[in-house]
């Protein structure tokens, strides 16, 4: 089989949670960035840019592949109407948009770019959620057919708000942060209805993790759309995301248990905003005039340590699952 042909059966074949890992990777060059000294700034995204975009590329090729093929196109039908997968496809312009903000230290230019990238990405966003809300809500909504990955779907334009004050434009997300508040209450509401009523497959376990993702996307929002910041809010806040934090650590060996497959996707931007939440609201406090005790750093470099090992984890399934399509 020659090369050209090994390389379009991996994109027709990529499942649309890679870019998932994508998302985690280059979101996690930001948070490794951030704790390491500012030598660190570039060597740091220039590897996660790398694997960030070895994973995403394929994603965007499968869909790009779908216009010219109707095999490949009735494949990524199939996904765009299933609940617990279609969501997932707003991780791409997250994707784009955490990329974007690799930029903005290149001058004028850089911030430039990175706005652009931002807006093209909320605008995709947006057009997805609109997708979503009228083909599995209004045309026919279940409650059975809710998943924690609607959390992605619906709660993911949050990413807008984390990254919009990187990227010089606060007051947009603000606006994105208040909205994203309040589809988050009614998600998590709607989502943990749903598990308790019907439970949830064996096989997309992994994506309880998900639920720790909401409550952080909102610290870390509020943390970069806002000049001034309450503490107590914020505490409020962090309390809320470490506590399912918490419960989603607890449930982590029983969802390992689950035979590898592409939900292991949800193991990885998850745990990546809830360690990056926690140090934001660590610097509010301390700027705040708050004893921040010693263990809460430690626990803040656990999280990280932890998203990075999930994000290997999730890189050598979906690599494996790569090998498979190239010589199917």
Not at 3 to 14: K, L
Not at 130 to 139: C, L, P, Q
Request: charged letters at 5%.
């Amino acid at each position: 089989m020659s090369a050209a042909a090994r390389g379009m059966n991996i994109a027709s074949a990529t499942p649309l949670p890679q870019a998932g890992v994508a998302l985690a990777a280059l979101s996690f060059g930001n948070l490794a960035a951030s704790l390491l000294p500012e030598a660190w700034w570039v060597p740091v995204h220039i590897i996660t840019a790398v694997l960030g975009l070895t994973l995403l590329i394929p994603v965007l090729a499968r869909h790009c592949i779908a216009i010219r093929h109707s095999t490949v196109r009735a494949s990524l039908a199939v996904d765009y109407r299933n609940p617990m997968i279609a969501p997932l496809a707003t991780t791409m312009p997250m994707a784009l948009i955490t990329l974007g903000t690799y930029f903005v230290r290149v001058g004028a230019l850089g911030m430039l770019c990175a706005q652009i990238i931002w807006w093209c990405g909320v605008l995709c966003i947006v057009a997805f959620m609109a997708y979503f809300a009228w083909y599995f809500i209004v045309r026919d909504f279940r409650l059975d057919t809710v998943c924690p990955a609607w959390l992605v779907g619906f709660v993911g334009i949050l990413v807008a708000a984390v990254t919009s004050g990187t990227v010089g434009l606060g007051w947009a997300g603000h606006i994105i942060f208040v909205v994203g508040f309040i589809i988050d209450i009614i998600m998590l509401v709607l989502i943990s209805s749903r598990i308790a009523w019907h439970g949830l497959p064996a096989g997309i376990r992994p994506t309880m993790t998900i639920c720790s993702a909401p409550i952080s996307l909102l610290v870390a929002s509020y943390f970069s759309t806002s000049d001034v910041h309450d503490p107590v809010f914020m505490l409020v806040l962090l309390t809320c995301s470490q506590l399912l934090f918490a419960f989603v650590a607890v449930l982590i060996p029983w969802m390992l248990a689950t035979p590898p497959s592409p939900t292991y996707a949800a193991f990885t931007f998850p745990l990546v905003i809830t360690a990056t939440a926690l140090q934001d609201a660590l610097i509010v406090f301390a700027q705040s005039g708050w004893h921040v005790p010693a263990w809460a750093h430690w626990l803040q470099l656990g999280e990280t340590l932890l998203a990075g090992i999930m994000i290997v984890l999730a890189t050598v399934v979906f690599a494996r699952i790569s090998k498979r399509a190239a010589f199917a």
